[in-house]
């Protein structure tokens, strides 16, 4: 059984670089066949999904995002990494790692995946 637990900054300012990182226990993000994803919340909105890196390395990202997001891994530690650039207001979320057994690119929805980090608040600093 795996466990997912997203670390970082609590506070960003506009036009810094965000970056948090998953770290998985319970199974190898490189050879456990798990897809990692990254997925945030808005207040008062819905899950958005932002990427994925899959056990092989292979990247794919939301089209909306993909120019300024990054999600990188360190199988020597068992990590995931997002980078998200010139972060403004709007990316003041809850910010989640999750697991799956399939791509599930674009979707968000709770059931397609098997685990879940506790999620990461992230505001913006003035």
């Known amino acids: 059984q795996a466990q997912l637990q997203e670390s970082g900054p609590g506070l960003v300012k506009p036009s810094q670089t965000l970056s948090l990182t998953c770290t998985v226990s319970?199974?190898?993000?490189?050879?456990?066949?798990?897809?990692y994803h990254w997925i945030r919340q808005p207040p008062g909105k819905g899950l958005e999904w932002m990427g994925v890196?899959?056990?092989?390395?292979?990247?794919y990202y939301a089209p909306h995002l993909k120019i300024r997001t990054g999600i990188t891994r360190d199988t020597s530690k068992n990590q995931v990494t997002l980078q998200l650039l010139s972060v403004t207001p709007e990316d003041t979320d809850v910010y989640y790692c999750?697991?799956?057994?399939?791509?599930?690119?674009?979707?968000?929805?709770?059931?397609?995946?098997?685990?879940w980090g506790q999620g990461a608040q992230v505001a913006g600093a003035s």
């Open positions: 319970g199974a190898s993000i490189a050879t456990g066949f798990y897809y």
């Open positions: 890196i899959s056990y092989s390395g292979s990247t």
């Open positions: 999750a697991a799956s057994k399939t791509l599930n690119l674009g979707q968000a929805a709770v059931k397609l995946y098997d685990y």
